[in-house]
């Protein structure tokens, strides 16, 4: 009895001494860091394996961090008593506030870490997917980097007009800068780890599919890169974007958009471009310098009021440079001719009044250039004159380009006989018109070339007469009165032409034998 008691006590300092000396150990520094420096165990860290490298370094462990890590000379057999003397144990907390201190405070270190490293860190951290709390906090982690190298946390995907990609190989095609969506960058995406994390944050493949999804491609347009060129139209249509684009990101995008052969699908472009000054305007407000007849940059000489495309620009497609141009004049809408239409009213798409920039050249051009700047540019210009057929006369673009004839037919031209006419009470200067007229007092038009096909083509909208009418013999009996002492065989047969065509406006022959004084030329025609 008396044995057991003392073997009791015995036990019972036995326990207290110890106590005594851990409690004593826990304020000095005996244990030591990775730096091999002495110090307290409350002011050192345990990591097990599982955050540590293959080699058995701290994920985590950085030239500022080394001291607070317990040296590599204690192992896990050691760890209860380690833990016993105040020593704290790496858990997945601590780990993710370490990674955030090390994105945030040590920046540099993180991304210049080797490639092993971050796949280590991106293995570890994807085993909290399942956990809400702990994924949430890995979503705010800068982790991501990107091919403008940029490092962006998973908060920061997803969000729309700021998509973040992998990059897709099969594109073949150099994709544009200055988008706000981006590409991850490669040496991340070759890592089985880091590309699971990054998934896993919400970083999807960049494929038709997904584009297609973000931006709401139509399925004819269901290709990657066709799909990419749509998505980079809407983002033109922002003006917020144009207010970042820098000339060089922009040339980038527009020679992205001309080698997948992306064509505009509306009548309004969106897309932006610089002008020689260095502004940013919408394309269709831009001209192009050109050498051909009656180009913009021959006729609007004011350089500060017309606005001219940057030749950077212009200039960008090297050997491809005619396919360039055709290019920005299709999609882009960049012009080289004055631009006759305008939209009147944007919420009316189809209704259009006269350009200002035409509306100038109006008040401030020569009629002979005006008309002649007309038949340069027929192919383009006729479409807003001739009424389209397959409408009614009174839809909005056929009203619209009633409008642009009359305006144009009342204008006053500049005539052979050196007075000023109202285009449509003219007439075209051809050989056969000419040998009936009388020379020097006949409003024909003055163009250059008369006879050229192009010009029956242009001038028949605004009412210029080309053949021996009606009108065109009175036209002539009015011009021949004007004559001291015209021909009488010219003037019967003249009448002859009048009474052949106008059997039934008898009342206006009769006028216009009075009108011209020749009361009795049928009497005398009758005589001879």
């Given amino acids: 009895m008396l044995a057991r008691g003392n073997a009791r006590r015995s036990a019972d300092d036995d326990h207290l001494a110890a106590s005594e000396i851990f409690r004593t150990l826990k304020e000095k520094p005996v244990l030591r860091n990775r730096l091999e420096e002495l110090k307290k165990p409350s002011e050192l860290i345990f990591v097990p394996p599982e955050f540590c490298s293959h080699e058995g370094i701290p994920i985590t462990q950085t030239d500022t961090s080394a001291h607070k890590y317990l040296s590599r000379q204690y192992d896990s057999s050691d760890k209860h008593a380690l833990l016993r003397l105040g020593v704290q144990e790496m858990d997945i907390e601590i780990f993710i506030e370490e990674v955030r201190r090390i994105s945030t405070a040590e920046e540099h270190t993180m991304r210049s870490a080797p490639l092993h490293w971050h796949s280590r860190l991106a293995s570890i951290l994807l085993e909290q997917k399942r956990s809400t709390r702990n994924w949430n906090l890995i979503k705010q982690l800068k982790l991501i980097p990107l091919r403008d190298g940029r490092w962006v946390s998973g908060s920061d995907v997803g969000h729309h007009g700021h998509e973040i990609w992998f990059p897709n190989d099969d594109i073949g095609y150099e994709l544009p800068t200055g988008l706000p969506w981006q590409l991850v960058a490669d040496e991340a995406v070759r890592d089985r780890h880091r590309k699971g994390l990054f998934n896993a944050l919400g970083v999807d493949q960049m494929d038709g599919k997904s584009v297609q999804g973000h931006y709401g491609a139509s399925a004819s347009n269901y290709y990657t890169v066709l799909s990419l060129a749509n998505a980079l139209e ?18 980038s995008q527009l020679i992205f958009m001309f080698r997948v052969k992306w064509r505009g699908t509306t009548d309004q472009s969106t897309l932006w471009v610089f002008d020689e000054h260095g502004s940013r305007r919408r394309g269709r407000d831009v001209y192009m310098d050109s050498t051909k007849p009656s180009a913009a940059k021959l006729l609007l000489r004011d350089r500060r009021r017309f606005h001219f495309l940057h030749p950077d620009i212009a200039n960008a497609a090297g ?156 036209t002539c009996m009015r011009g021949w009165k004007a004559q001291d002492n015209p021909p009488l065989a010219t003037i019967f047969r003249l009448l002859e032409y009048i009474q052949a065509r106008s059997g039934e406006a008898k009342t206006q022959v009769k006028s216009v034998n009075h009108d011209i004084g020749f009361q009795n030329a049928n009497a005398t025609q009758r005589s001879i």
């Avoid at 207010?243 to 040339?251: E, G, H, M, P």
Wanted: aromatic residues 10%.
């Fill in 234 to 251: 809407g983002m033109h249509a922002d003006d917020r974007f144009a207010a970042t684009l820098k000339l060089q990101d922009l040339l």
């Fill in 319 to 474: 050997e491809d440079l005619g396919a360039w141009h055709h290019w920005l004049l299709s999609s882009v809408q960049v012009a080289i001719h004055p631009r006759l239409e305008n939209m009147a009213n944007p919420r009316s798409p189809k209704q259009f009044e006269m350009h200002s920039d035409f509306q100038y050249l109006l008040t401030g051009l020569p009629s002979k250039e005006l008309l002649q700047l007309l038949r340069d540019n027929h192919v383009n210009y006729m479409r807003s004159f001739r009424l389209d057929e397959r409408e009614s006369k009174n839809s909005e673009p056929n009203l619209s380009r009633t409008k642009l004839v009359q305006r144009l037919a009342s204008l006053s031209v500049r005539c052979l006989d050196g007075n000023l006419h109202q285009l449509s009470q003219t007439f075209l200067s051809l050989r056969e018109l000419k040998e009936v007229a009388p020379g020097g007092c006949f409003p024909f038009v003055d163009v250059e070339h008369p006879d050229h096909p192009d010009w029956r083509y242009v001038l028949h909208p605004f009412g210029v007469g080309q053949t021996d009418s009606f009108d065109f013999y009175i």
